[in-house]
C-alpha cells in the first residue's frame, strides 16, 4: 500500500506501524462518574466496520508521525489522510 | 528411440551446441532450447513420474503452465527440485535429473500405486488415514512424508545470493506478445516511462511460435525488430526472464528476474533479483492458456497441448513425433495441423469434436468430424490412439486443444472475479481491475493476432491519456489474421481414468466423486481433490475441472462457480524473497560505545535484541563463566566496576509541558520533581498493567532525559509520541531518542565517587552533600568535555552513571579503567549486572513481562490515584485489586546447596501438582556470590503475608521439586543504606 503523508507525499506502507482504529485518539475522562466504564469500552470494544474506517498509522520509519488514514477495508482505498494531532484537535482535544 | 528429431527453421542458434545430461545420459542441444525443447529434440519422451499413481510423464505444454515436466537441475548444494523443463534455458554442462520416483525413471516402484487407483480416489486421506488413531504419527505420518514432495532439497545452505530491487515507473506492461509489445510501442513513443516484463528470456510471446506475418513479415522478426525498438528508446526497461508474479494495493507488483538462471555459473552475482515496481498504470497482456480435453488414457507420454506442439515445431525446430494426430474442438488445432503439414510433419489425423465442415484440408491426413478419441495406448510413449467409431490409429504424439483459457491471474489478485464469455468459452477479466490496470489482447478475450495488436495498442492510447502525455500517433501493423471459433466439448465419456489435473493426478471420475460426496463449491472441489493445487496451480486444469463438475451437477460453468487466482503467478523462490537479509544480515547488530574496548579484553558477548553486549569478562585461569561473574559482583561490592549502560532507551522530553506531559505517562508523579534530581518511574498500559520503568532525570525546568528498558526503548518512544500526538495535541513538549547519542557507563561500588572524582573537572562538586542519592546533572569531565552524571543505583551500591556523547564513549571507558586501576576496578557483563540487581531486589524484564500490575511488584503505592495518567483508570479494576493477588517475593533454598531454577511453579508442601495449587512462579534466579547460596525472584499468593514460609519450587520440566523459603526480594541492603552513602 502507499500513504500519502500529508507532510513527505506517497510513502510505502512498509516504513509505517499500524496501530488500529482512530477511536483511540477519544480517551475518556477519568473524571467522568462512569470512568472505569467508559475506559473498558474505549480500550476493548472496536468497531470492524466493512468499508471505511479511519485508522492511526505511526510513521516509524520516517518523520514519527502519527496519521490518522480513512482506508476503505474492502478495496483498501485510501480516500484521506491527515495528521493525527489535527485530528484530534478537530475530536476536541485541545484543552 | 528416435535420436534426433530437428527440422528446419526455428529460432535457435545452430551456431552454437550445448552438451547436457539427463539421468546421466549425454544429450546436444543449442542456443535458443529449454531443456524441454533440447529433451524432445533428443527422442527423450518419459521426463517424470506422477505425483500420486506414478504414471510415465513426459512433457506436455512449452510454458510456464507446464504440470508434468518438473525436474531438479544441478549438482550438490545448488540442487533445485521442482524446475520446469520448459522454462529451463538450455546452457552448456547443464545437469538434469527426473523426480519422484523410487528405483530409475524408467522402472519406478511406486508405480504400483498406479494399481491400486480404485482406493487412492479423492479424499484417500481423509478417509483412510482418521483410524485407529495412534497410528496417525507412528505409520501413516512417516509413510506420507516419505512419498510427497516430489524433488528432493539439497540440505544444504542455498550458495547463491539474491537480491531486493525497486523500480517506478508510468506504465509496466506484463507480456511481450503482440498486445504487450504494441502497448510498450505506444507509451514508450509517447515518452512515459515504461518497463516490459516477460517471463520468457526471447519476447515477442505467441509471435515466436507462430508462422503469421506482421508488417509484412514473419511474426518473430516484426517481434525482434520491436523489441530492438523500444531497447533503443532509453525510456523503456525491457526485462526479459522477469515474471511479474503478483499484484498488491495501490499500483505494487512483484518481479522476479531470474538473472543467472540460464548460465552456467552466477559468477557470484544475485541468481535472482526480486523487484518492487511502483506503476501509475499497468497493461495486462499476458496472453492465454491452452488447456485439454479429457479422454481415457490422456496422460500419456507425446500426448501434448497443440499449441506447444506448434511451438516446438516453429520456435524450437523440434518435431514432437513422426506420426502426429490433432484432437480439437476450436480452429487453433487445424492452424497447428496447417503448420506442422507445412515443416514436412505427418499428420495422420486431424479430430475434431464439432460436426463443422472442416475448415482446412490437411495433405495426407484423416479429417474426422465429430470424433472422439475412446481411448490410448503405449505405456512408456504413446503409440496408438482409438477412436469411438472403432479407428485404431498408430500415432507417436497427439496435439490436443480443448480451447483458450485468458490469462486472467493478476486481474484477481486484488479480489476481482472473472467472469464466463461464451463466445471464446473461456472466462475473461471482471470489472473491478486492480485500480490502474487495464488488460489487452488474448488476456481480455481478444483471441486473434490482428485483435490483439489493435488492443494493445488502444490500451497503450488510454494509458498515456490518463497519465496527461501528449497523444501517441502509434497504429497498429497490418497483420494476417486467423480464424477463432471455439464449441465447448469437455470430456468423453469412459469409464476408464480421464485426466484432468496431471500435476495432481485428479480425473474425470474424482471430479464426479466431490460432486456425489457434495464438494460442489469450486473450494470444497480444490480442497477435497487436489484439483489445481502444487507448483502449476491449475493453469492447464482449472476449467476443465469445473466445466466437468457444472456437466455433473447439470448447471452452466458460470452457475458453477468461478476459478479466481492469488500470488504467485508462478513459484518464486524463498531466498529471492529474502534477498541479501540473510544470516547475520537477517537485522543490524547494534554494538555499544565499549564495544571496541571489550572485544580487546576478550569479553564474551551476548545478543539482546539488536545489540550485542557484553556478558562477563573473562580473566586467565578461569575456565567457568560461574567464576568470572562471581568475581565481578564481588570485586564491585568491594570496591568499584563499570558496565556499558548505553543501551537504555534515552529519551530527550522538552517544553514548557514537559513535567505535566511526565505526570501523565508515568503512573507516579513527577510534577513536584526538583531540578537536579532523579525519579524512578513506572509506566502502565491502558490496560493498567505494567509496561516498562525507568529513570528520568530533571535537567532543568523544562528539560528532562528519560530512560526506558532496552527491550522497550523503540516501543515507549513509540507510545510518548501517541501520547503527545494524539492524546494531548496541544501540550508544548518535544521528544527526541537520544539513545545513540549518549554512551553511558554506571560506575558502581564503595569506590565509585573517589573514581570519579579523579575524571570530573574540579569544579564540579560531586560530594555527597552536593550530589546526593537521586542527584544529578550536567558536569564536565577530563578537561571540558561535557557529561551528565546521575547518582542512581541498580546494584544497591553508592552508584553513579556517566554519559558523555558517543564519540567520547570508547575513550571515557579507557580513561575510567586507568583511573580505576588504584581501587582494583572491575568491568562487569549483563551477568554480573543480573546478579546484583537479583541481590537487590529490582524487577527488570522477567517480573514485567506484560501480565503484572504494579500490585504484583510491591510497588502498588506508587500508581497515583490524584492524578490521570496512562493505565490510572482501569489499574483501579476490580478484579486486579484482589488481596489474593500474587505478589514479589525473594526466595532462598532451604538447603543452601540447592539450586533454584526460573520457571519452577510454587506449590505448599505436600500439595500435588497439579493446576488449582500452583501459587505462583519463580521468575529470575541466581547464585549470590554475597550471600553464598542460589537466590530467587518469583510472584507468589499471599507473598508479603508468608514471608518466612517454606513452600516448594516445583520445576516439572527439569524434574527438581525443592523446599524454598519466602523472603523479602530485597537480599542485599534491604534498607538502602549503602546506595544512600
Known sequence: ?95 | MIRNNRIDGGLIDRTKSLKFTFNGTEMGGHAGDTLASALLANGQRLVGRSFKYHRPRGIFSAGSEEPNAMVQLRHGAWQEPNTRATMAELFDGLHATSQNHRGSLEKDFLAINDRLSNFLTAGFYYKTFMWPKSFWEKVYEPIIRASAGLGRLSGEPDPDTYDKGFLHCDVLVIGSGPAGLMAALTAGRAGARVILADEDHLLGGRLNSDMQEVAEQAAADWAAATVAELVDMGNVRVMPRTTVHGVFDHGIYGLLERKTDHLASSGGKPRQVHWRVYAKRAILCAGATERPIAFANNDRPGIMLAGAVRSYANRYAVATGKHLAIFTNNDSGWQAASDLSAKGIAITAVIDTREITPPATIKGAALVMGGRIRDTAGRKSLTSITLTNGLTLPVDCLAVSGGWSPNVHLTCHLGNRPVWDDEIAGFIPGKSLPSGMSVAGAADGDMTLSAALKSGVAEGKAAIQDLGLPPAKTKAPDSNDEHFAVTPFWQVATPKRAWVDLQNDVTTKDIKQAQREGFQAVEHLKRYTTLGMATDQGKTSNVLGLAIMAEASDKTIPETGTTVFRPPFTPVTLGAFAGSARGKNFRPTRRPPSHNWATEKGAQFVETGLWLRAQWYPRSGETKWRESVDREVRKTRASVGICDVSTLGKIDVQGRDAATFLNKVYANGFAKLAVGRVRYGIMLREDGFCYDDGTTARLSENHFVMTTTTANAGLVYQRLEFARQCLWPDLDVHLISVTDGWAQYAVAGPNSRKLLQKIVDEDHDISDEAFPFMACGAVSVCGGKPARLFRISFSGERAYEIAVPTRFGDALVRVLMAAGEEFGITPYGTEALGVMRIEKGHAAGNELNGQTTALNLGMGGMVSKNKDSIGSTLSSRPGMQGEDTLQLVGLRPVKPADKLSAGAHFLDVGAAAKLENDLGWMTSVAYSPTMGHYIGLGFVKYGHIRQGEVIRAWDGVRGTDIEVEITSPHFYDPDGGLQRG
Open chain 1, 1 to 95: 500500500m502507499i500513504i500519502n503523508h500529508p507532510l513527505l507525499g506517497p510513502r510505502d506502507a512498509e516504513e509505517f506501524v499500524h496501530l488500529g482504529d482512530a477511536a483511540l485518539v477519544d480517551r475518556p475522562d477519568w473524571q467522568a462518574g462512569d470512568a472505569l466504564e467508559q475506559f473498558h469500552d474505549y480500550l476493548y470494544l472496536r468497531d470492524n466496520p466493512a468499508g471505511e474506517y479511519r485508522e492511526l498509522w505511526y510513521h516509524e520509519q520516517g518523520d514519527r508521525s502519527w496519521l490518522v488514514v480513512t482506508r476503505n477495508t474492502l478495496t483498501h482505498e485510501i480516500s484521506k489522510v491527515e495528521l493525527a494531532r489535527d485530528f484530534a484537535r478537530k475530536q476536541g482535544r485541545s484543552a
